[in-house]
């Protein structure tokens, strides 16, 4: 199985966590780190990800994160991100309104560590998703990012993804377009 690289979002930090619900967004987040961290896959690790999981995170996600430390470095893919300023600019010009600009800029840094990785998010931030979905319309290194979201999966399904070594899905893929 090939390792992937992974960008986990602050919103799976801070959403993981137990629960009484087995289907709630916390239980379905904390299953899927903790497969994420029993499965050989790395997360990405980027300054900007650091600062944001130190902001939002969940005493889970904490221990979480201590574990896959305490596996060793081999479970966390360390990775520098040059900034390119005219590709970032492409990708804000699609943006709908200020506010929706705002926002991707916000989360721009998820799209370039996956970039720079194995092309793949996990995020609960469904609003983020299509906002990229909308500039991978344009922008074409986009289209082929895969997007998941942790609270809409069952663990099982999770798990038996990332098993399966976290293939690309096309109805993941932020330039998936079912109607064409």
């Not at 650091?50 to 081999?74: C, D, I, L, N, P």
């Not at 966390?76 to 040059?82: D, I, S």
Request: proline content about 4%; hydrophobic content about 40%; charged content about 35%.
């Amino acid at each position: 199985m090939r390792r992937r690289r992974i960008v986990i979002d602050a919103d799976v930090a801070r959403s993981a966590g137990p629960s009484g619900d087995s289907q709630s967004r916390p239980a379905r987040c904390a299953r899927f780190l903790e497969s994420l961290r029993d499965i050989c896959h790395l997360k990405v690790l980027t300054g900007a990800l650091r600062k944001e999981w130190r902001s939002h995170r969940s005493g889970f996600f904490q221990e979480w994160r201590v574990s896959m430390w305490a596996r060793g470095s081999h479970k966390v893919a360390e990775t520098e991100l040059r900034i390119d300023v005219t590709w970032r600019e492409g990708i804000l010009r699609t943006a709908a309104t200020p506010a929706d600009r705002a926002e991707m800029e916000k989360d721009l840094h998820l799209v370039e560590a996956a970039l720079a990785t194995d092309g793949i998010i996990v995020s609960c931030d469904e609003a983020a998703r299509r906002r990229f979905a909308q500039a991978a319309r344009t922008v074409r290194q986009l289209r082929n990012v895969v997007w998941v979201n942790p609270a809409r999966m069952d663990g099982e399904a999770a798990r038996e993804w990332l098993e399966a070594g976290a293939p690309p899905r096309d109805e993941w893929k932020l330039g998936y377009r079912p109607d064409e």
